[in-house]
């Protein structure tokens, strides 16, 4: 029986590493840098990863079982995924862009989701797997950080070059860096990813895994790997991500304070009523604060929050002039414009009005659901990292972009087993792994 136990370990061990291998292909680049790095072809790497996680899924096909949320999110995503072949065909061909990227995307996302709803896979130890993960690559960040700080290693400069998919030349393993003027000079932690506000995309789900843990085992070892998750947050300078992050916290605190009305003390209800209203008003310093700094003209850590946003809008507005020519979507706007069009932008640019309309049709039913598990779950402060990870993420990434669908797919999973737990009246027994 333990001979079973460990095989069974080694096999789910095996699939999990699979599943982060094709998700931190992109934005992330360190699949990309050993890929490289250890001498072989970028293309074959990837594709050698993808065809793994394939076989892995067809082996696994005939255990499945999705609820009826899963089913209508791989729905959306198939419908999307034949409509990226037509116009890819029909509408882009010929135009020197391609929509395989994100064809591709989509069915290593979905061959995921058939991955991790076997009803012999651990979803357990996925969730700590993405904990652990988070924080190796975190506390390399650190060390990284301090290094380059102190002269003893170099990072390079990482600036992307093109949004169009394609075989890209990457460099530098001891990672990247980012550097703002702020009184001289300071640095951004970014590790291995493209930009330090997507580093701490990837880090915001993890920190709020980790900080539910905390709060239930209160020991050491859970305290040090929420610092260095934290910290390697912290030293990415990323302010839409800090946001992110209190708007969470405060989402979590306003919901507990109305599930708390019939079930805690008034003391507790107060408590957390003056919770959501520090963690608002906390909110408000740093808008204040990243705006304009009162000490000069100088903004706090080289930024204007207000001129970000206009920015921001000013993108959406150009990426969505192309819909006066191509209901369709039309990439051809890259080759003479390319800053990042917010996550909205990428939607009209790749796909037009149907892309908008098919992708915000799986994105509202999942934020929905989670909305509902948040007012009737024990595990609040977990769902609440959807809630954070999306406000910095419609920043600057994708919604076709892995880390967010693999996040989509990981809480899905949540949902349904503490949805079966409930149902068998066992909650505290079978879903105390989220801890």
């Known amino acids: 029986m333990g ?25 992330c680049l360190l699949v990309d840098e050993l890929i490289v790095n250890l001498g072989f072809n970028l293309s074959l790497g990837r594709i050698l990863i993808i065809a793994n996680l394939a076989f892995i899924a067809f082996s696994s096909f005939n255990r499945i079982s999705l609820n009826r949320l899963q089913k209508s999110i791989v729905a959306y995503l198939v419908v999307i995924a034949v409509y990226l072949i037509l116009i890819g065909l029909f509408i882009y061909y010929g135009t020197g862009f391609s929509t395989s990227g994100n064809i591709r995307k989509i069915i290593t996302i979905i061959l995921i989701m058939i991955i991790v709803n076997d009803k012999y896979f651990d979803i357990i130890l996925l969730k700590k797997s993405f904990v652990s993960l988070a924080f190796i690559i975190s506390l390399l960040a650190v060390f990284q950080f301090i290094g380059f700080i102190l002269g003893i290693i170099q990072l390079e400069l990482y600036t992307f070059q093109t949004y169009d998919p394609g075989q890209v030349v990457y460099f530098n393993f001891g990672g990247f860096v980012d550097k703002y003027s702020f009184y001289g000079f300071f640095y951004r932690s970014q590790s291995y990813w493209t930009e330090p506000a997507v580093f701490a995309q990837f880090l915001i789900i993890p920190l709020f895994f980790q900080g539910k843990t905390l709060l239930s085992e209160r020991t050491f070892n859970s305290l040090f790997v929420m610092l260095t998750i934290s910290a390697a947050f912290l030293l990415t300078f990323s302010v839409a991500n800090y946001f992110g992050a209190l708007f969470g916290l405060a989402m979590y605190f306003i919901f507990t304070k109305s599930k708390s009305r019939n079930k805690f003390s008034p003391a507790l209800r107060i408590i957390t009523l003056t919770m959501a209203g520090l963690i608002i008003f906390a909110i408000i310093i740093l808008f204040s604060y990243t705006d304009v700094n009162p000490y000069g003209k100088t903004t706090v850590l080289g930024k204007s929050t207000t001129a970000s946003i206009e920015e921001r809008y000013d993108r959406l507005v150009f990426a969505a002039s192309v819909l006066e020519n191509s209901f369709f979507g039309d990439p051809t706007i890259r080759k003479n414009w390319s800053r990042n069009p917010t996550a909205i932008g990428m939607l009209v640019i790749w796909g037009g009005v149907p892309m908008i309309v098919l992708v915000f049709g799986f994105v509202i039913k999942y934020y929905m659901a989670l909305f509902k598990r948040i007012k009737l779950s024990k595990n609040a402060l977990i769902y609440s990292g959807s809630i954070a990870y999306f406000v ?14 693999f996040q989509i797919i990981l809480f899905t999973c949540l949902f349904k087993y503490e949805t079966e737990s409930e149902s068998v009246g066992n909650e505290v027994s079978q879903f105390s792994y989220l801890r």
């Not at 001979?3 to 094709?22: C, L, M």
């Not at 910095?392 to 669908?405: A, E, H, R, T």
């Open 3 to 27: 001979k079973n136990k460990i095989e069974n370990n080694i096999i789910t061990y095996y699939k999990i590493v699979s599943i982060f291998a094709v998700v931190l292909m992109e934005p």
């Open 392 to 405: 910095g993420f419609n920043w600057y990434g994708s919604y076709l972009d892995p880390v967010f669908l």
